[in-house]
């Protein structure tokens, strides 16, 4: 089955610094690529997603970008804000299409 | 739409009794998910189903979970007996496709003293 590796576990940035997390997938299969955001007490919400036939896709001050060729994707966050402070799962998804979620990245943002 | 509605928030419960979890999906969507998020493992699917009819339970840990579906706007996730490892937070999602990110709700964290 699908195997995603996600790194740091924990990112600690100044506030306006930029912050990236990086994902690796096993399965050549996979394409499709969402992240989630998780506040403290709150369900995963989805920021972002790219899917297999684009390199990278941008959403204000978040962009994502994949390398099929490498297996890795990675989440970038621009200009920082202490809100942007949660837990972010990668994920990837293949044949089944039920997503393989990474183990989180626990952001903190600094005022 | 409110989103994915999940009850009870938090439940304590004593070991051997029964726990129901309670889920309403956004209406429409016809695919719904339920996760169990923990420290050791993450985010774990058990079970989803399409338009009401469960596809993939593999992911269940055993015979003491149950999950059912018998309308497209509720479904439960059953755990008899419970027992102090399933202590966990309970997520129930849906999405309008399976190819689609999913809604979770704002989970159940489930207590088993």
């Known amino acids: 089955g699908e195997n995603v590796e996600q790194h740091p576990s924990t990112l600690s940035v100044q506030e306006g610094d930029s912050a990236v997390i990086k994902c690796t997938y096993s399965d050549s299969a996979s394409n499709y690529f969402p992240w989630y955001k998780q506040e403290l007490g709150k369900g995963p919400q989805l920021i972002i997603d790219i899917r297999s036939n684009v390199g990278e896709k941008k959403d204000q001050r978040i962009a994502v970008t994949l390398n099929k060729t490498a297996k890795h994707f990675s989440l970038h966050i621009t200009e920082t804000q202490p809100e942007d402070s949660a837990v972010y799962f990668c994920?990837?998804?293949?044949?089944?299409?039920?997503?393989?979620f990474g183990r989180g990245t626990s952001l903190i943002v600094h005022p | 739409d409110a989103g994915v509605i999940q009850s009870p928030r938090h439940e304590v419960t004593e070991m051997g009794q029964e726990v129901t979890l309670r889920c309403k999906p956004i209406s429409g969507h016809d695919y719904l998910f339920w996760y169990r998020q923990t420290m050791m493992r993450g985010l774990e699917l058990l079970i989803y189903?399409?338009?009401?009819?469960?596809?993939?339970d593999s992911g269940m840990p055993e015979d003491r979970f149950s999950a059912k579906m018998p309308n497209a706007s509720f479904s439960t996730l059953k755990i008899q007996p419970s027992e102090p490892r399933d202590s966990a937070v309970y997520f129930c999602?849906?999405?309008?496709?399976?190819?689609?990110?999913?809604?979770f709700g704002s989970g159940t964290r489930l207590t088993v003293v």
């Open positions: 994920a990837a998804a293949g044949g089944s299409y039920i997503p393989t």
């Open positions: 999602a849906s999405s309008l496709k399976l190819t689609d990110g999913y809604t």
């Open positions: 189903f399409n338009n009401n009819v469960p596809i993939d």
